[in-house]
């Protein structure tokens, strides 16, 4: 049972425009949820998290929106930039797991291109 | 600071085989997590630790699959008996425990099971 969704396995934009990442999720117990960046042979790096009180949340070009009632959050870069091509992965945590592990999407390969 | 290290980079093993990986969290964190990534797939939780208290072993797929942590610091997943379909990415982060606080990940260990 996949509790959290990234339906589209890639992404390519062109440099300056904006990418739209999108993440759907089941489990009504999720009340935190955070995007993770990763390059190749390297681990996942945090990038931007949101609690379920909140329907937004911006940090430089990265902002992330959240929609509880459709259970979806998007992750918008704008401008992107050609070193943010990378996988990113969605993921979220529930505060009734008392272990905060993180169930992840399976992945978005963002290509950004100059 | 230093941040999480595992050991090894890579790990090439014969089915049957037992292999122990190795990870070195941020020191003073006390939350420690395995993840692994599946090619394809994304990171799937496999086992939590905190502090001194009974580890999540929720996420162990098989009685092949333990962890330990000494000490409250390093932390060794063993796998016995590998099977080519445990080969994967192996992941370790910590964080500092309190819930919604950051992960932070290691570079990972890529074990591959002939």
């Known amino acids: 049972d996949q509790q959290v969704k990234q339906n589209s396995p890639s992404l390519s934009v062109q440099e300056g425009r904006i990418s739209i990442l999108n993440c759907d999720y089941t489990?009504?117990?999720?009340?935190?949820f955070l995007w993770y960046k990763k390059y190749p042979a390297e681990g996942p790096t945090f990038l931007i998290s949101i609690s379920s009180i909140k329907d937004k949340n911006e940090d430089g070009r990265f902002t992330v929106f959240l929609n509880k009632s459709a259970k979806h959050l998007s992750l918008h870069i704008v401008p992107s930039q050609p070193g943010d091509s990378a996988v990113y992965f969605c993921?979220?945590?529930?505060?009734?797991?008392?272990?905060?592990?993180?169930?992840f999407g399976q992945g978005t390969t963002l290509q950004v291109k100059p | 600071g230093a941040g999480v290290s595992q050991s090894p980079s890579n790990k090439v093993t014969e089915k049957g085989k037992d292999v122990e990986l190795r990870c070195d969290p941020i020191?003073?964190?006390?939350?420690l997590y395995w993840y692994r990534q599946s090619l394809g797939q994304g990171l799937e939780f496999l086992i939590y630790f905190q502090g001194n208290s009974a580890p999540d072993k929720s996420g162990l797929p098989s009685d092949r699959f333990s962890a330990e942590r000494t000490g409250g610091s390093v932390s060794t997943l063993t796998i016995q008996r590998t099977q080519q379909e445990d080969s994967a990415v192996y992941l370790c982060?910590?964080?500092?425990?309190?819930?919604?606080?950051?992960?932070?990940f290691g570079p990972g260990t890529r074990l591959l099971v002939l």
């Open positions: 982060a910590s964080s500092t425990g309190a819930y919604q606080e950051t992960q932070y």
């Open positions: 993921a979220a945590s529930a505060l009734s797991s008392n272990t905060g592990k993180l169930i």
């Open positions: 489990n009504s117990m999720f009340d935190y």
């Open positions: 020191s003073g964190h006390t939350a």
